[in-house]
């Protein structure tokens, strides 16, 4: 089988963590796999390179059984272009990333109320879902989003969680208890960061030290200094600096996700989860069984339920272990890779 796969991505992010260990992961199962990126997508390109996957431009799609569609952007133009191009050449797959955002739902932070915007957008999609052979979403209210919001026809849709390779063992015993809170991601708007510098000024009990950079970063130190919010802003690191066992609790205080790496690997490092109840966080997390979930927006609420687990270690514990292994049954990397593959065989008709 020959798979490309094709995203419009520039940077890094979860989509091209996707991307890539998608990739991987499909050529050892004996799946013959190149990636599309454009031309100026250096660092996807680099990261390509040094697993050894082949990359071909983005107008020389044509000889391949399946080019999937991975949309960072869920209304990407070029990528609905090239789809139209693709559709009589191979079979189509897309990957819905984050199909519900400010952008698609005008009741989110921003999303604007502009009537023939959203029935632009509403064609857009349809169209779009109309030439897919198949569509994944990553999460049970994505599927529920893609419904509800353009009448994705259900038989078209796929189910098919992230899932990350198991993490190297570590040796000895974790320790419970500490005030180090960890959160991570792009410092936009999305990822509810502000939501947490509120919640650590309310509570004064505990450090959350946030790794990251994006275009929100003034501001967001400024209202840490503002509020005077024990806020610690570490820039961008590799995964292996954050340290998530270190962590008492792991933060995820978002305004909308498909489905996050930050919470997978949180729960597989054996680490509370404190998150937003939105989207895929709530496939996730079970309240009170394997994390916490809060309301949106809401910074007393988050303080509320962080200080509650720094405070009760045992607690903290409890939940972590049975995270810990939510993440082994449901979404492990293999069981995304067969996902996926399945999927294909289905567009094959094997």
Not at 170 to 178: I, P
Request: with cysteine; hydrophobic share 45%; aromatic share 6%.
């Amino acid at each position: 089988m020959r798979v490309v796969l094709d995203s419009s991505l520039r940077s890094g992010g979860g989509v091209a963590r996707h991307l890539l260990e998608l990739a991987g992961g499909l050529r050892q199962m004996g799946i013959e796999v190149s990636l599309a990126v454009p031309t100026d997508a250096h660092w996807l390109r680099a990261q390509a390179r040094e697993q050894d996957l082949a990359v071909i431009r983005q107008d020389a799609l044509r000889s391949a059984d399946i080019v999937h569609f991975h949309l960072g952007d869920t209304f990407d133009r070029g990528a609905l272009g090239r789809i139209v191009r693709q559709k009589a050449l191979s079979g189509v797959v897309i990957t819905e990333h984050l199909p519900h955002s400010n952008a698609s739902d005008p009741a989110l932070l921003n999303g604007g109320r502009r009537p023939w915007v959203t029935g632009a957008k509403t064609a857009f999609k349809r169209l779009e879902f109309g030439l897919a052979d198949r569509t994944i979403v990553l999460s049970h209210s994505c599927l529920g989003f893609v419904i509800s919001r353009y009448g994705a026809a259900p038989q078209s849709l796929r189910l098919v969680p992230n899932g990350i390779p198991a993490p190297p063992s570590e040796a000895g015993e974790r320790s419970w208890g500490g005030d180090r809170i960890v959160a991570a991601g792009s410092l936009i708007a999305q990822k509810g960061f502000d939501v947490l510098v509120r919640a650590a000024a309310e509570s004064g009990r505990w450090t959350v030290e946030l790794f990251g950079d994006g275009p929100a970063r003034a501001q967001l130190e400024s209202l840490s200094r503002e509020l005077g919010a024990p806020v610690l802003f570490r820039g961008w690191r590799p995964a292996h600096e954050i340290e998530l066992r270190r962590a008492a609790v792991v933060c995820v205080p978002s305004r909308w996700e498909a489905l996050p790496y930050l919470g997978l690997e949180a729960m597989w490092a054996g680490t509370p989860l404190v998150a937003s109840r939105v989207d895929g966080l709530v496939d996730l997390i079970d309240q009170d069984e394997t994390g916490l979930l809060v309301a949106s927006g809401d910074h007393a609420a988050l303080a509320i339920a962080i200080s509650g687990l720094v405070a009760q270690p045992a607690r903290a514990e409890r939940l972590a272990r049975a995270a810990r292994t939510r993440v082994a049954e449901r979404f492990s990397y293999q069981a995304m890779l067969e996902g996926v593959r399945d999927v294909y065989l289905e567009v094959l008709g094997r």
